[in-house]
């Protein structure tokens, strides 16, 4: 994973607008997504963001071809839901949300020093779900949300530090 920068968005600009990656995202995802959406994205929201240290993202890369983009990732802190990420279509179901979630909710505990994250999702997202279940992650709360593909029954997910640090400390 390399820290997300301006150079992200053309790669994000073709790999993040497809409905099987953002018909479970916020409505703050612009729908149809603007021919500009990625660099809109970056320069005013994200990249602010982390110059303000209320978050922290990664575009996740091959490890055999670092130049090579997967997905993205982030962090966000103060927030009620602190963490959220993609992966490219053609590189869904390899693992690598698994391993890219696992990274930041180590940085996030051991780094940060956070006390709990949380993430939301809709209940039909079920390899969002399955992942979150891995991390040891439960459903904190139940009700419905709105996603660009309409109104949804929605869970958060939450796990604490204590409870990270406790299944991870092999």
């Known amino acids: 994973m390399v820290p997300v920068t301006l150079d992200d968005a053309d790669f994000i600009q073709a790999e993040f607008p497809h409905w099987d990656i953002v018909k479970f995202m916020n409505t703050r ?3 149809p997504y603007p021919a500009d959406g990625a660099r809109q994205f970056l320069d005013d929201l994200l990249l602010p963001q982390i110059a303000r240290g209320e978050a922290y993202a990664w575009s996740i890369r091959l490890r055999t071809a670092p130049d090579s ?3 993205l990732i982030n962090l966000r ?4 839901e602190n963490r959220g990420f993609w992966i490219a ?3 869904q179901g390899q693992g690598f949300a698994s391993e890219a979630a696992d ?4 940085f996030y505990f051991n780094t940060l020093d956070q006390p709990v994250l949380r993430v939301s999702k809709a ?6 779900s399955r992942l ?5 992650m439960r459903v904190i709360a139940m009700g419905e949300t709105d996603y660009v593909s309409g109104r949804h029954p929605s869970e958060t997910w939450a796990i604490t530090q204590d409870e990270w640090r406790a ?3 092999s």
């Open 167 to 169: 299944q991870n400390s």
């Open 123 to 128: 209940v039909a997202n079920i390899a969002s």
């Open 29 to 31: 995802v612009p729908w």
């Open 103 to 106: 990274a930041v909710t180590e």
């Open 69 to 71: 983009r997967v997905g």
């Open 77 to 80: 802190i103060g927030s009620t």
């Open 89 to 91: 279509r053609a590189h």
């Open 132 to 136: 979150s279940a891995r991390q040891g």
